[in-house]
């Protein structure tokens, strides 16, 4: 199993570009979640999915979309990417029911000009 | 307010010293904690959960409701501990954890 999948793992674009980071998980998982990692602020939520067709927003989700239509992917929309969006971002999957483990992507490195 | 606490962004020890990452919480049901590690350029992957007790790599954490508080703690640190260490708290009827903002570990030789 490869588990969690995250591509790119590197990109830089221009303020204004769009552009979807992709997650796919083997796992079967039904709760999918993207994080962004910023110096001394640690991992922050920007949306998660409880299932296909169901997503909601955390902690930061201002300037990303997401959708969920199968249980393996969940990939992160950047609408409008602005030099605020810099960032690693992971995505992370865990099973169904409370309190399960989070397993981890790789990250993506986004830098914003 | 429900929230996870890491007072420490950074600590910095010698090898062979004792290690203790901090680890507050605030939340008046019964928690469910998990301690995350991230080496270098790696994916975060899970260390260990209270419910579990166990030890993983030396480390070991114990729950003190008390003092809400779920420190990290090992006897002797070693230069491959050095990584960034995350708390986890799951709050009642969630689904994903809330994590600390995460302690840098370095151990020095």
């Known amino acids: 199993n490869a588990g969690v ?30 994080y962004r990692q910023d110096p001394g602020m640690g991992l ?39 030099p605020s969006q810099t960032s690693v971002y992971f995505c992370a999957s ?12 790789d990250g993506t490195r986004l830098s914003i000009l | 307010a429900q929230r996870v606490t890491q007072p420490e962004k950074l600590l910095s020890v010698f090898k ?33 959960r209270h419910i579990s007790r166990e030890s993983i790599k030396g480390f070991t954490a114990d729950l003190n409701k008390g003092e809400t508080s779920f420190h990290l703690k090992k006897p002797f640190a070693q230069e491959e501990d050095s990584a960034m260490y995350y708390c986890a708290l799951f709050f009642g009827g969630s689904y994903i954890p809330t994590f600390g903002r995460g302690t840098s570990l370095i151990v020095h030789p």
Not at chain 1, 11 to 25: D, I, Y
């Open chain 2, 16 to 48: 062979g010293a004792p290690v203790e990452l901090k680890c507050n919480y605030s939340y008046s049901g019964s928690p469910e904690l998990f301690w995350y590690v991230q080496y270098s350029r790696q994916r975060l992957q899970l260390l260990l």
């Open chain 1, 5 to 34: 999948t995250q591509t790119p793992k590197f990109q830089v674009l221009k303020t204004g570009q769009s552009m979807t980071l992709q997650c796919a998980q083997d796992m079967n998982h039904e709760y999918m979640s993207w």
């Open chain 1, 44 to 82: 922050r939520l920007i949306h998660y999915s409880v299932g296909a067709g169901i997503t909601d927003q955390g902690e930061v989700p201002n300037g990303y979309n997401v959708s969920r239509s199968t249980t393996e992917d969940f990939p992160l929309r950047l609408l409008s990417a602005a």
């Open chain 1, 94 to 105: 865990s099973g169904r029911g409370f309190s399960q483990p989070q397993h981890f992507g």
